[in-house]
């Protein structure tokens, strides 16, 4: 009988804007996640490929340059990770599950979901459906209205559309939405490329900043006196484990990247949301998209109160350090987490791996007796 593998692949660093932030999220769940049970391995993508090594648990190297590891590869339908070198590949162990700590941009948006899905391992992370529609927050807000979910209204703009007819464009969203508005990429993160606009000048040139990071776009309402609040989730044992609602603090109109990630270091615990009715409403929120999704692995649900309304904003599917803190006090408790992702993850692929694939038909058998060629017509 073959021996169950315990190699746990953690996938971080990626090509996006949030690869440094990745490296973060990957090193942590590398080194918290518990050795007795698995043997965790990393899998580091920069621009110049995959790689795997010792050094990359340690997140000093890193501040130093690339750190020095082997380049690996997988296969499709293949559960292993192989070394490659001198144009040979080298086996290094079968992959039982993989936690994917990719931050936005191929990562986060469905592709790493879709290649182990193609490989045929188990992913203790949100799957390619709910991954690609949180990602793009124009297609986020469509699924979220039809669950009867309050969204700030806006309108999408596509690169190409709107340079035909500028002006119009603009017209277009002072009638619909009114100043002041956000402008942002629909499938960028963390608070890159986003503007706000109190006039006509201001909404053509934060459009034109947004587009030099995608070439779909959102413009929504911009709110006033808003509160954020955030609600973390995760499934296990067919259920979903919510988190208590915090309140992040920051400065200004915009939650900017340097707030998310440079000022955090600054800033000691997050305050919990104490409105409990308010609270609940979210929490009840969060589980129904987890639900709707049909999600595994941790999200991080954010929205926005403003005037007694409560608007989801946007469903993170790799939240910064896999939003751990939102349910474990200390870092010496994330391995029991991420234990809880890993079976979740394994026990919805074998799920999934029990459906059936095929379906006895005629189809080649009745070309076969056309001759085995196809006509044009």
């Known amino acids: 009988m073959k021996k169950q593998s315990k190699s746990v692949l953690v996938v971080f660093g990626g090509r996006s804007s949030e690869h440094d932030v ?16 698995y043997d965790p391995i990393p899998l580091y ?37 192989y070394r490659l070198a001198g144009g040979k590949l080298r086996r290094i162990a079968d992959i039982c599950c993989a936690v994917n700590c990719c931050h936005g941009l191929n990562g986060e948006d469905g592709s790493i979901a879709g290649f182990f899905r193609l490989a045929g391992i188990p992913l203790a992370s949100p799957d390619i459906l709910s991954s690609s529609v949180c990602m793009d927050k124009a297609a986020a807000k469509i699924f979220f209205k039809g669950l009867g979910i309050d969204v700030v209204e806006g309108v999408t ?11 119009a464009t603009l ?23 986003i503007k706000r606009a109190a006039d006509r000048e201001g909404l053509g040139e934060a459009i034109a900043y947004a587009f030099r990071f995608d070439r779909k776009i959102v413009a929504e ?5 808003f509160t954020e609040i955030n609600c973390a989730a995760y499934g296990s044992g067919g259920g979903v484990v919510l988190s208590e609602c915090v309140a992040p603090s920051f400065q200004g109109e915009l939650f900017t990247f340097e707030e998310k990630y440079i000022s955090a270091v600054k800033r000691t615990k997050t305050p919990d949301f104490t409105d409990e009715e308010t609270a609940e409403k979210v929490k009840n929120i969060t589980a129904l998209v987890y639900r709707s999704l049909g999600m595994t692995g941790v999200v991080r649900a954010d929205f926005l109160l403003s005037g007694g309304r409560v608007y989801l904003n946007e469903v993170n599917t790799v939240p910064g350090s ?32 029990a459906c059936a ?21």
């Open 171 to 193: 017209a277009r969203i002072e009638a619909d939405i009114g100043y002041p508005v956000i402008v942002k990429p629909a499938r960028f993160g963390s608070s890159i490329g």
């Open 357 to 377: 694939f095929t379906y006895p038909s005629c189809v080649l058998g009745s070309a076969s007796a056309l001759g085995g060629k196809s006509k044009a017509r």
């Open 221 to 225: 309402r911009a709110l006033e006196n």
């Open 157 to 167: 703009l596509m690169k190409g559309e709107y340079f035909a007819d500028p002006q």
């Open 322 to 353: 896999l939003a751990l803190y939102m349910f474990r006090d200390k870092i010496s408790a994330y391995g029991e987490l991420i234990g809880e992702l890993i079976r979740e993850g394994m026990r919805a692929h074998r799920e999934y791996e």
């Open 22 to 37: 990745s490296v973060i999220t990957g090193v942590l769940t590398l080194n918290c996640i518990d050795k007795e049970r």
């Open 45 to 81: 993508i920069n621009d110049e490929g995959w790689f795997t090594g010792k050094n990359l648990f340690d997140l000093s190297g890193f501040g130093k340059g690339e750190p020095k590891a082997e380049r690996v590869v997988i296969l499709p339908g293949d559960t292993s990770l």
